[in-house]
């Protein structure tokens, strides 16, 4: 029974992790650099510690450190939350050497999943569909010119260890192939210091569906649903929603079978999302694995009525999945809008800068998931998000009027924020009438909105 948790990050996803060990009779420790000493989950936690200076890999990516603490103040698991070292097969490793229990998958399966050209090769083998593209990782230009000949313009490369649209180029012609090879590799060995890329076969406004998937150490594997994730801008989330309106029933329960058959395909135990992409004639192909809780997991929680990192928690511990795929009742429809620290008519310039006054929306189906309070500075060195609107309904049309309505009543004054992009785009033709892709945005919505 896992009593002492260390929570290896900050601002929202910890707030959250420590507000359900309260609820489970866990006690917590929150980490914070020092830029961050006046960061919400410190206050909260029931026990504080800084854990370096300012850069980042000297504080919230510090393996050894956070391990040292962890023991040192007798901790029994380490959550590491969303980013940062979530996804990291070296922390998951250092932490099971160490005797301190990981909330989340192990080191081998990350490595398989967190290798984008590896996760493919497998899924082929599991027989889940996957977008046209090349077996494995492209060595070399040539070889690249080869692939793309193969497959059929346009393609696109990505990083094989990559993610967040770091690593990414579409090329549409033979001679885009050695600029945007060399640019996609050098970007991805600087995100991610591994440079390999590998190609598929660009599916032009494609939608982005998700399915959240839980296994445990027992070979047991459900699905919490889908969650649409079309609602993009330059390959980061803005809105996200479930259950994905794109879908009919026939069609979500091929997409949730595919699913759990790939959780159970490579003995995957903990929380996952399993994304794909949908084309025009509602063909959806594998794009990656996401070994950790995701950003929008709230939206998954509010149409299901469980919380996520409870279930987490209780896999990490060992027990067998508390509840069978049978017992799962989806409700009503949620969408959950990210509200960020950024300047959205300045091609959304981070604002950092503290906050004098701030109003949180509430009332019946509305959640807000943030760190930040009146007086807080939020510092420049981080993600801009600085919360997550979330709203429930009976119905897609009654949560999108909530959502305005959740909006609207949102006040934070002392720094500029996306708001106001975010209740011009819940209200949008494309977002209303469920006729938006992934480049929606950058495509037609920033022309209406930019001109205003």
Same mark, same amino acid.
């Given at each position: ?160 260890? #990559? #993610? ?105 135990? #903990? ?182």
């Amino acid at each position: 029974m896992i009593k002492k948790i260390l929570i290896a990050n900050r601002g929202d996803i910890a707030v959250r992790i420590i507000r359900t060990c309260k609820e489970m009779g866990i006690k917590t420790v929150a980490i914070y650099s020092e830029i961050d000493k006046d960061c919400f989950h410190r206050f909260i936690a029931d026990e504080s510690i800084c854990i370096g200076p300012n850069n980042i890999n000297k504080s919230y990516n510090n393996i050894d450190n956070i391990i040292y603490l962890a023991q040192k103040l007798k901790c029994d698991a380490i959550h590491p939350g969303f980013g940062f070292l979530s996804e990291n097969p070296e922390f998951a490793e250092k932490c099971e050497e160490s005797g301190i229990i990981f909330i989340g998958p192990t080191k081998e399966q990350m490595l398989l999943m967190g290798d984008k050209a590896k996760a493919r090769e497998t899924m082929v083998k599991i027989g889940v569909p996957v977008v046209p593209g090349s077996d494995s990782v492209i060595k070399s230009k040539e070889e690249a010119r080869n692939e793309a000949d193969r497959i059929g313009y346009p393609v696109i490369i990505k990083a094989s260890a #990559g #993610g967040g649209g770091k690593g990414m180029r579409i090329v549409s012609s033979e001679s885009e192939i050695d600029n945007a090879f060399d640019m996609a590799s050098s970007e991805a060995l600087s995100a991610f210091g591994n440079g390999d890329l590998y190609m598929e076969k660009f599916i032009e406004n494609p939608r982005h569906i998700e399915v959240q998937v839980f296994g445990d150490k027992y070979g047991e594997a459900i699905h919490l649903g889908d969650r649409d994730c079309s609602m993009q801008r330059r390959n980061q989330k803005v809105i996200e929603e479930s259950p994905s309106p794109y879908l009919n029933k026939v069609e979500r329960d091929k997409l949730y079978k595919t699913a759990v058959n790939a959780v159970k395909g490579v003995g995957y135990a #903990g929380a996952g999302t399993v994304e794909f992409i949908v084309d025009k004639n509602k063909n959806f192909y594998f794009i990656e694995m996401n070994t950790r809780i995701q950003v929008e997991h709230p939206v998954t929680e509010m149409v299901t009525g469980l919380d996520l990192i409870k279930l987490q928690i209780q896999i990490a511990s060992g027990e067998k999945m508390p509840i069978k795929q049978e017992d799962i009742i989806f409700r009503g429809h949620a969408i959950e809008c990210r509200i960020n620290a950024e300047n959205a008519r300045l091609n959304f310039a981070p604002c950092p800068g503290t906050i004098d006054e701030i109003n949180v929306p509430g009332g019946f189906g509305v959640r807000f998931d943030t760190f930040v309070y009146s007086g807080y500075t939020i510092p420049p060195i981080y993600d801009s998000m600085i919360g997550k609107l979330i709203c429930w309904a009976d119905t897609r049309e009654d949560c999108i009027r909530r959502m305005d309505r959740a909006l609207d009543e949102i006040i934070i004054e002392g720094i500029k924020t996306n708001i106001d992009f975010q209740s011009a785009l819940i209200n949008s033709d494309g977002f209303v009438n469920d006729t938006h892709h992934t480049k929606y945005i950058e495509n037609e919505f920033l022309k209406y909105f930019s001109a205003e």
